[in-house]
């Protein structure tokens, strides 16, 4: 999907489909001298959420497409509500184009910017489609171009939440595609070629970490979970030079489980296909550099994917082992299926050596983290409150919600080993909040933040697939931090 600003006055531009409100829409019908065939249109209409009716004119305009229920007064929640059910009739008809009339939508608690962000976000979702795979693709949508109109058409704001609309879009379709590609093609090899091809652009590049520099830089956490897959671990990292020569960088890591089968402590068989989905947390952010980069945006930015299979096999991790990670600290395994903090915690100790103002890692971390907040919100945790608060921001204003966790010392306790220096589980309690009490020795000093994403990253059910979650929150954090 390309997002455009429309240019022109809203007659004088050819258009496919106007969505507005039914007071636009009259206006507009009357201007184009169309009054009697628009209220013979909406002769049975009400003015009600859930009842749209789509027009049609001859002429320069095609189509109205009238929104029920619009007003001014509505909560964002409710706007958004409105706008993805709007996107989704609006992607399926068969069209190029179509233009929105913001000067109609207009909502109390949104700018124009916001606006844009919101009604591109909603037809970004409803647009996505996944065919990679089948031999008769399900019909593409047609529906190429989304147009706004808005008063502020000329200023630099206008322009850049285009932009940026356009840049998450990007980020989005890379995420989700590399959420939903099957386990079999997306391996950790498959995540460094995807993102070595983001090192097209001059001010990035990309390198990575195989097995063996692995092992002797002291990876032994990381290594304790790669070995049981035939398949050899990458530590992939991205550099984007956006910023300030000397500016310290932001450094985004993500888990990049390929497939999590549990290893030696198995996994039960129910829904296990759904662990493809464990690297969404590198999907996220691939997605949101790509996203930085199309856009531009004055950041320094190292992103660390750490990437591996989880599998069971003669080779693989017992429960019992205890390995030294790569700060030194030594971790006994007491179940296998707690991989992603193992992987995780050898990329925090070497993010460190970037010097970094912040670290963010995101992860499909812990099943105890839906169990805590459903679907709707990613955990956030953090040892410092500059950095929660960004992010709590990023969260609120891109809509991509996340929720504050405690990360306090009580919950430490549960990770007591009577053999090493800790154990990579706690007990059956908080185990999302355990898992981020994990991660945080590893942090020690630095600026931190985890994002648990293991309930908002990808959809279960009938609507399985990836939700490019948490991009839009990244994105916005990073628009946020620009120099
Ligand atoms: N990848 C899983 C967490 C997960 C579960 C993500 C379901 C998305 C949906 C993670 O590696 C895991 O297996 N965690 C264990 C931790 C436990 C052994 C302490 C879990 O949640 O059961
Ligand atoms: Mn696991
Ligand atoms: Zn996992």
Not at 25 to 35: E, Q, V
Not at 37 to 48: E, G, L, M, P, V
Not at 105 to 129: F, G, M
Not at 139 to 168: C, E, M, W, Y
């Amino acid at each position: 999907m390309k997002y455009l600003s429309n240019s022109k006055t809203l007659l004088e531009q050819k258009s496919s489909c106007i969505a507005t409100s039914l007071k636009h829409a009259k206006k507009m019908a009357r201007d184009l001298g169309a009054t009697k065939q628009f209220n013979h249109a909406i002769r049975d209409f009400s003015d009600k959420q859930g009842i749209n009716l789509c027009i049609q004119l001859d002429g320069k305009i095609e189509r109205i497409f009238v929104i029920g229920g619009v007003s001014s007064d509505l909560s964002l929640d409710s706007f958004r509500k409105l706008m993805a059910t709007i996107a989704s009739l609006i992607v399926q008809m068969p069209i190029r184009e179509a233009t929105f009339d913001l000067l109609a939508l207009k909502n109390k608690e949104a700018t124009w910017e916001k606006l844009i962000h919101e009604i591109s976000r909603a037809i970004s979702n409803a647009a996505y489609q996944y065919n990679k795979h089948k031999s008769q693709p399900t019909k593409k949508h047609s529906v190429k171009q989304i147009r706004f109109h808005g008063p502020d058409i000329k200023t630099q704001k206008f322009h850049s939440a285009i932009k940026f609309a356009n840049a998450l879009e990007a980020g989005l379709q890379i995420a989700k595609d590399l959420g939903n590609e099957p386990p079999n093609v997306c391996n950790p090899n498959y995540l460094l070629k995807e993102s070595r091809k983001l090192g097209k652009n001059r001010s990035v590049k990309v390198s990575n970490l195989n097995e063996s520099k692995m092992n002797d830089l002291g990876m032994g956490a990381f290594l304790s979970v790669s070995k049981g897959s035939e398949t050899p671990g990458q530590m992939i990292v991205i550099r984007y030079n956006g910023g300030k020569s000397k500016e310290a960088p932001i450094v985004l890591i993500g888990k990049g489980i390929t497939f999590d089968t549990g290893g030696i402590s198995l996994k039960s068989p129910a829904a296990m296909d759904e662990m493809k989905f464990d690297m969404c947390g590198a999907a996220s952010v691939i997605g949101a550099t790509a996203a930085a980069i199309e856009a531009n945006l004055k950041v320094n930015l190292i992103t660390i994917v750490a990437a591996a299979e989880n599998m069971p096999s003669g080779k693989a991790t017992r429960p019992g082992d205890i390995v030294k990670s790569y700060s030194g600290k030594t971790i006994e395994i007491l179940n296998t299926d707690a991989e992603g903090r193992l992987v995780l915690c050898d990329a925090i100790t070497y993010a460190k050596s970037f010097k970094p103002r912040a670290i963010i890692d995101v992860a499909t971390l812990t099943g105890a983290c839906i169990v805590a907040l459903g679907s709707h919100a990613s955990a956030l945790y953090s040892n410092n409150e500059n950095l929660a608060d960004s992010l709590e921001k990023a969260a609120t204003e891109s809509g991509d919600k996340a929720w504050r966790m405690p990360l306090w010392d009580e919950y430490q306790a549960n990770l007591r080993s009577n053999f090493a220096d800790m154990a990579n589980v706690g007990g059956r309690e908080a185990g999302s909040v355990v898992a981020a009490c994990f991660l945080s020795r590893f942090a020690d000093n630095e600026n931190w933040a985890h994002l648990d994403v293991a309930g908002s990253a990808f959809h279960s059910g009938p609507r399985k697939g990836s939700s490019g979650r948490p991009v839009p929150l990244l994105f916005k954090y990073l628009q946020d931090q620009q120099s």
